[in-house]
């Protein structure tokens, strides 16, 4: 009867290891933020997309000397190795939308899921940096759309790696550094 009884605590102990290996590994508020931000992306990018490649949709912008959506979309920056920038951040976002989605963060993800959504939310912010540069100093125009995205790109960059910092373990077994610590060995010089 006694082996019953320790067969249910173990099962019961394994039940519990398994839900809370399942929990999520990040804070709430960058499960929410982080693919919503994602999708909002990835609509005003379809958005710059279908005006790209359409004559009927006129980009809802007013047109200045500062403001002027049309003459940044057309211009020879808005393609980057023959492919609209739109159709870029179109195919950033959904990917990012995928690498956000809640059950991506959960601990028991392998930890190569977690760096190559930091890595690719910091490459959005770099090729945003030089978007911007182009609008600036070389279109000398903005587009306000454009400006979303790019605002869009840094706030989703600030929920990911905010997120992943959060939610990081200090005794993460992805660190091959503090492993032989961790075990109890001191490390050997190389």
Partial sequence: MSTNTNTNTNTSRTGREAVAASRPGAPRWALIAAPLTAAAGLAVSIYLTVAHYTTTVTLACPQSAT????????????????????????????????????????????????????????????????????????????????????????????VVAFGTAAAADPADPADPADVPARAGRSRRPL
């Fill in 67 to 158: 403001v002027n959506c049309e003459k940044v979309t057309t211009s020879a920056q808005s393609q980057f190795l023959g492919m609209p920038v739109a159709v870029l951040g179109t195919g950033y976002f959904a990917v990012m939308l995928l690498l956000c989605l809640p059950w991506t963060w959960r601990a028991d993800r392998p930890v190569v899921l977690r760096h190559v959504r930091v890595l690719a939310a910091l490459g959005g912010v770099g090729f945003v940096a030089w978007l911007v540069y182009a609008e600036l100093f070389v279109i000398n125009a903005i587009c306000l759309w454009c400006t979303t995205v790019h605002a869009l790109t840094l706030v989703l960059f600030g």
